[in-house]
Nanobody, 114 residues
Framework: VQMVESGGGLVQAGGSLRLSCVVSGTTFSSITMGWYRQAPGKQRELVAR????????NYADSVKGRFTISRDNAKNTLYLQMNGLKPEDTAVYYC????????WGQGTQVTVSS
């Protein structure tokens, strides 16, 4: 299984980014997927998760109302729309299966300046 994240970058506080994750080698449309992040010196944490059909979501309290997770099963792609970014959102962002994670991809760096 391969997961390739993209879309990160440097943005000022209050700005927006849209992350993408293309998944190959598995039946993407049948898997609950999640976005995770890891800030320097901290453990990796779950940011948001999305059911296979897209009808059920769950967000970390820290991103509720600012981030939106979505998917396009026809394109095997998971998205994370991030609005109202804060410096504390700075981290490497990864996508992965919600349970029984696959080997992690390289992630995409998000840096929010104050």
């Amino acid at each position: 299984v391969q997961m390739v994240e993209s879309g990160g970058g440097l943005v000022q506080a209050g700005g927006s980014l849209r992350l993408s994750c293309v998944v190959s080698g598995t039946t993407f449309s049948s898997i609950t997927m999640g976005w995770y992040r890891q800030a320097p010196g901290k453990q990796r944490e779950l940011v948001a998760r999305l059911s296979p059909g897209g009808g059920s979501t769950n967000y970390a309290d820290s991103v509720k109302g600012r981030f939106t997770i979505s998917r396009d099963n026809a394109k095997n792609t998971l998205y994370l729309q991030m609005n109202g970014l804060k410096p504390e959102d700075t981290a490497v962002y990864y996508c992965n299966r919600y349970t029984f994670q696959y080997d992690w991809g390289q992630g995409t760096q998000v840096t929010v300046s104050s």
